[in-house]
């Protein structure tokens, strides 16, 4: 893909993604939650891609800022929106969306923070972006697109006027 | 006071008043409170963000409700607690406090939650602990209890939102209180448009117009046009102290009933920062009615304490990169 994704091929993606999901879990009555804050932005284009009566809940969102590992490092989060779960888990078919899966460290932290609310059926794990790093046992099972980059490169989600993909080097934009 | 409670990055590190403090951090410490209140919804209500730390409850005072919030506030954090009431400790048994809290420390403490009878012994306990531990004060004397004034800001918030608008009554032993002195402090910071003190001569400060308050000895003046009304305990020993003559005529002169209560805005909210003395300073009717929030604060004060104590720990990583 192009170092500048913009809108165009972002909705591309989510439109193969939204087909995906309705192949994988259509018939299962999922619920749809989102990671802060870019997996918010994706799921909620998801949500318009799957149309409104796809979900019979409105999107969860998850703030995974007290579940992760790196609080004796660095400590707190400068802003944290709490985590809103407007419906039952238990029991239920989850799709879980966030923008990048990298290390993977976030998922884990979703995921320890979603069985506190309940034990849910399944979980999907859906991301726009998978790139190369990984540092758990962590797959996305739904992926917009894979990029391979190297350590000193980042990919950012940004979302003005619509959703863009930027990669960011430690040399500043590339 | 110096405000050693600070980091050099102006982050909590301990909590041990609330004089000094800037808005920002007042705000910071509600928001945060607003933030974990979202936990009470979960199956299970903790969140692992304290794990594998220690905190350590010193209670050289009697208390139920603080050091149980407190107690809460840490498990909710996934921290472990140890709570000690030193009163029948190791101090009964001729340890100095200062090897009371090497002991601890040595035990790999990371935070003390402190109460104590003596004004400034939880800063006495933060100038002299190792760097790694913080110190929050769970009230000393009659200086300071700051997580106290904290939770009565948040529940005015959840309440009334924008604090310049409002007018704040504070009734009964401002004296001797450690609450009164830090909610005006906080109410202060936070630019509340007016704040009253309302009772006997006798239990009000002597200079109380350099607290930027206003005096008023009648309740019925006291409390027109208000929006919050925060009665007080009358701690049993004031009256043996000869500063008031008798429970009964203190309920008549300041006790707050339906009909004192009626002369305050209509939607005004009566707060108690507990235990009651009912019939004493508060009618149970005004304790128990619809205006009155006091089970709220409890509520609010494991929130608040949870941010307290996250913020401070946080910290720990900023020091350590100092080091």
Redesign the interface.
């Known amino acids: 893909m192009t170092i500048h994704a913009s809108s165009n091929d972002i909705n591309t993606l989510l439109s193969t993604m939204a087909t995906e999901i309705r192949d994988a879990v259509g018939d299962k009555n999922p619920l749809l939650i989102g990671i802060h804050t870019g997996g918010v932005w994706i799921a909620k284009a998801l949500e318009q891609q799957l149309g409104a009566d796809f979900f019979d809940a409105s999107l969860g969102t998850l ?1 995974i800022a ?2 992760r590992d790196d ?6 989060h400068p802003q ?6 407007p419906f039952e888990i ?1 029991g239920r078919h989850l799709l879980l969306v966030d923008d990048v899966i990298h290390s993977g460290r976030t998922i884990r932290a979703a995921l ?2 979603i ?4 034990r849910p059926a399944s979980v999907t794990l859906v991301a726009l972006i998978e790139r190369n790093g990984h540092e758990l046992p962590i797959h996305a099972d739904i992926i917009g697109e894979s990029v391979t980059l190297s350590p000193d490169q980042q990919i950012k989600l940004t979302n003005n006027e619509g959703l863009n993909l930027e990669i960011i080097s430690s040399k500043g934009i590339e | 006071m110096t405000n050693n409670q600070l980091t050099e990055n102006g982050h909590l590190r301990h909590f041990l008043t609330i004089e000094g403090l800037k808005r920002p951090l007042l705000t910071e410490i509600m928001d945060r409170a607003e933030q974990f209140s979202s936990i009470s919804h979960q199956q299970v209500k903790k969140v692992p963000l304290l794990r594998g730390k220690t905190i350590v409850n010193l209670f050289f005072e009697n208390s139920t409700r603080t050091r149980t919030t407190f107690e809460l506030a840490a498990k909710r954090l996934s921290a472990d607690v140890i709570n000690l009431n030193i009163s029948t400790s190791a101090t009964s048994k001729g340890e100095s406090l200062l090897d009371t809290l090497h002991n601890l420390e040595a035990m790999h403490s990371d935070m003390f939650v402190v109460r104590h009878a003596q004004s400034g012994a939880a800063e006495f306990i933060a100038q002299h602990v190792a760097p790694h531990v913080s110190v929050i004060n769970a009230g000393d004397g009659c200086h300071a209890h700051p997580t106290q004034a904290m939770l009565d800001m948040f529940t005015i918030r959840r309440h009334k939102q924008h604090f310049p608008d409002l007018c704040v009554a504070i009734v009964g032993d401002i004296l001797h209180s450690r609450v009164a002195r830090s909610q005006i402090q906080a109410l202060a910071i936070l630019g509340v448009g007016e704040i009253r003190i309302i009772g006997p001569q006798t239990l009000l400060p002597a200079h109380s117009d350099a607290l930027g308050v206003h005096v008023y000895h009648d309740m019925e003046a006291g409390l027109k046009n208000v929006d919050v009304i925060i009665t007080l305990r009358l701690q049993q020993e004031r009256m043996q102290g000869a500063l008031l003559p008798s429970a009964r005529e203190y309920f008549q002169c300041y006790g707050l009933t339906d009909d004192k209560l009626k002369i305050a805005k209509p939607d005004a909210i009566v707060m108690h920062p507990g235990p009651i003395n009912r019939g004493v300073e508060i009618a149970s009717s005004v304790a128990d009615g619809p205006q009155s929030v006091i089970l709220e604060q409890v509520t609010h004060g494991i929130a608040i304490r949870m941010a307290v104590m996250s913020m401070a720990l946080g910290s720990q990583a900023e020091l350590e990169g100092q080091l």
């Open positions: 703030n007290y579940y609080f004796t490092r660095i400590g707190m944290v929106t709490p985590s809103d779960l238990e320890n923070e069985f506190d609310y309940g």
